[in-house]
Structure formats: C-alpha cells, structure tokens
C-alpha cells in the first residue's frame, strides 16, 4: 500500500519558517517526480513546487520561488519543503504528491498518489 505522510506543518508568527516532510512508504519514489501543493480555505488546491527525479531540476510557483525551497533524499523517499519569510497568506493545508513517471508539473491532474495534506496557519 502506497503512502505519502507529510509532517511539519504547524502555527508561526509572520516571518518566521517552518520546514516540511513527506516520507513515502509502500514503494520507491526514486523514478517519479514530486511535487508539494496547498488549499487555502474556500480556494483551490495550487501548485507549489516540485523537483525531478533525475538532475534534481526543480520548479516552483513564480511569487514562492525566493521564500520556498523543494528538496528531496531518495536514500530516505522523503521529499522536503523549507519555508522561510512565512506570510500570513501562506496559510493553507500543504499537500505532497507523487506523478506516476519521472517527469514534473504544476498540473495537481498530472500526479497520481496523496498525501493526506499538514496545516501550515501564519499568524499576522
């Protein structure tokens, strides 16, 4: 059984970072892309960042790139996100998910397992 756990979310002030897991079980992710994304509520779920299997390529949504940083150790099947210079308007449920081939994208269609999703709440 495939399973994607994220940890790390939490509450932290403006400005301050919080840096996230996801650790896969059931299987190797080494060959497929990852990739993280967040619900705000009463919005859709979009895109954050995701990094590739091969070269470590990463790709990230344009006004995060800077603040978020996506990594991964394949040693451990567990993908990363470092946030720092948290906003307020960070606040969402982070959700980490795997694509079924090695390739990346922001499309959430193009992945094909779920993590249950960790709350990141940014306190003004």
């Known amino acids: 059984q495939v399973q994607l756990v994220e940890s790390g979310g939490g509450l932290v002030q403006a400005g301050g970072s919080l840096r996230l897991s996801c650790a896969a079980s059931g299987r190797t992710f080494q060959n497929n892309g990852m990739g993280w994304f967040r619900q705000a509520p009463g919005k859709e779920r979009e895109f954050v960042a995701a990094?590739?299997?091969?070269?470590?390529?990463?790709i990230y949504k344009d006004y995060l790139k800077g603040r978020f940083a996506i990594s991964r150790d394949d040693a451990k099947n567990t993908v990363y996100l470092q946030m720092n210079s948290l906003k307020p308007e960070d606040t969402a449920v982070y959700y980490c998910a795997a694509s079924p081939t090695a390739t990346i994208s922001p499309d959430l269609r193009d992945y094909e397992y779920w993590g249950q999703g960790t709350q990141v709440t940014v306190s003004s």
């Open positions: 990094i590739r299997w091969s070269g470590y390529s990463t």
